[in-house]
Structure formats: structure tokens, C-alpha cells
């Protein structure tokens, strides 16, 4: 699968990247849409404090407002169904063609 990857101040690059498997407690989306949060903007523009820059080197997944459809649910998830369109803060690294994602992690998630 494909996902986008900051590797400079200022610079995307698409790479192929394996495509995730989700354990029982997981679903798994396939990314329609990921807004851009001004976080995300502080990692493309690398304006992170020194400290941050340490924790969070280049290259740098990003992307964590995403809207998508569930296209595998794990065994112990419950209120999911494959088909559901959801939204909500995943975490990082949305930009990209599916994640999985630990639903019970997600915070302000909605079906839409």
C-alpha cells in the first residue's frame, strides 16, 4: 500500500509500505479522506522544539483526522461492522490507503 512520508522540512515522499494486519482488538479502515491539523503542519515545516525533533526524527507518518470505511473487524471489537464510514482522531500516520487502528483508543470517533 501506499503512504506519504515527511523525510524533510518541506518534503513528502509516497512510498510502498506493507499493508497492515489487525489483531482481535483491532479494525482495519481504508483511508478516503485525512485532514491536515496544525500539527501536522509543525512536523512538515519542522518548526518541532529540539526536544520533540529528537523523539520524532525524519522520516515522519503523520495524519490523524482521517474519515474512511471499516473493511475488517477483529473478533473482540464490538459496535464496528464492515461497511461502517467513520471518522475520528486514529492517532498518527493516516496518510495512507488503510490503517488499522484499536477503536477503543480512538477519541471524538462517530460513524458518519
Known amino acids: 500500500m501506499k503512504a506519504a512520508f515527511i523525510v524533510a522540512p518541506r518534503k513528502f515522499e509516497i512510498r510502498e509500505v506493507p499493508m497492515p494486519t489487525i489483531s482481535d482488538d483491532e479494525i482495519l479502515v481504508r483511508i478516503e479522506a485525512c485532514g491536515v491539523c496544525s500539527s501536522d503542519m509543525t512536523a512538515y515545516k519542522d518548526t518541532?522544539?529540539?526536544?520533540?525533533?529528537?523523539?520524532?526524527?525524519f522520516p515522519r507518518r503523520s495524519?490523524?483526522?482521517?474519515?474512511?470505511t471499516v473493511v475488517e473487524v477483529g473478533k473482540n471489537v464490538k459496535g464496528f461492522s464492515v461497511g461502517d464510514r467513520i471518522t475520528g482522531?486514529?492517532?498518527d500516520e493516516c496518510y495512507c490507503e488503510y490503517v488499522a487502528c484499536d477503536p477503543s483508543n480512538m477519541t471524538a470517533r462517530g460513524h458518519v
Request: negative net charge; hydrophobic residues 20%; without cysteine.
Open 48 to 57: 518541532y522544539s529540539e526536544e520533540m525533533k529528537k523523539q520524532v526524527p
Open 63 to 68: 495524519g490523524h483526522e482521517p474519515a474512511g
Open 89 to 91: 482522531y486514529f492517532g
